[in-house]
């Protein structure tokens, strides 16, 4: 009796490609809280009020349809313009003149609130370290070489991007393959690891391997830890 062919194994791994918020990176709410307070000091606001106008007005940006929203930016240039909107619409929330926010905007820009995954400069430097590349893609505003400036992660990647350069966002396909694309490699030899389910799937239709991430250690069969990235490469 004939022995039934070999199941195909993959190829072998030669870049690494993350999500950034809830994978690498993520929004400490306590940044939020220190800003309310700084905002309720400096115009005299109460800072309970602060804090709900600053997450009702970021909340309001996370609807792709809206008119002006992030979706729909293409460069750092777009976005500056539209942090200028998004300022003079906290300004209302918090009752103040526009010529006031700016100062806000610069105390507290976008890329603050963030923090890196305590383990993730660890594990991207091991990744480098075996020689392999590192790229992150989150569906994100331009700046994204900023957000991981300031958490510290910047010099371990090798390719950065932000889907809205790309025109189009997870779970697109198109934005796993111009990923691919522009850290040089072929889909079948890059591991993408995202927290959500649907780009993971998206992923493996691009052709990468792909595993999902969930760093709160509740989703059965996800990698509850970043170094568990690891395990894989």
């Known amino acids: 009796m004939s022995e039934p062919p070999a199941a195909p194994t ?3 791994i030669r870049g690494v490609l993350f999500d950034r ?3 690498i990176a993520y929004t400490d709410p306590g940044v939020y809280r220190e800003a309310a307070r700084w905002a309720a000091r400096h115009f005299g606001l109460e ?6 106008a600053l997450q009702a007005q970021w909340a309001a940006q996370e609807d792709p349809g809206q008119v002006g929203g992030w979706w729909g930016l293409r460069t750092e240039a777009d976005e500056a313009d539209y942090w200028e909107r998004y300022g003079a619409e906290l300004a209302g929330r918090f009752g103040v003149p526009v010529s006031e926010i700016g100062v806000m905007l610069t105390e507290w820009p976008y890329q603050r609130y963030m923090k890196a995954v305590p383990e993730a400069r660890a594990v991207l430097s091991e990744l480098r370290r075996r020689g ?9 505003l331009p700046s994204i070489a900023a957000t991981l400036e300031a958490v510290n992660l910047a010099d371990l990647v090798d390719v950065a991007v932000a889907t809205c350069t790309l ?3 997870k779970p697109q396909t198109a934005a796993f393959v111009q990923a691919a694309a522009l850290m040089e490699l072929p889909p079948a ?3 993408f690891v995202d927290d959500k389910l ?3 799937e998206a992923a493996r239709r691009a052709g990468m391997q792909a595993e999902l991430i969930d760093l709160g250690g509740r989703q059965p069969g996800a990698l509850h830890g ?3 990235v690891l395990e894989r490469v």
């Open 10 to 12: 993959a190829p072998p």
């Open 21 to 23: 918020d809830e994978t």
């Open 47 to 52: 800072a309970a009020a602060v804090g709900a």
């Open 132 to 140: 392999l590349k590192v790229g992150v893609l989150s569906n994100t």
């Open 167 to 169: 025109g189009v966002h």
């Open 189 to 191: 030899a890059i591991l």
């Open 198 to 200: 649907e780009n993971v």
């Open 226 to 228: 970043l170094h568990a």
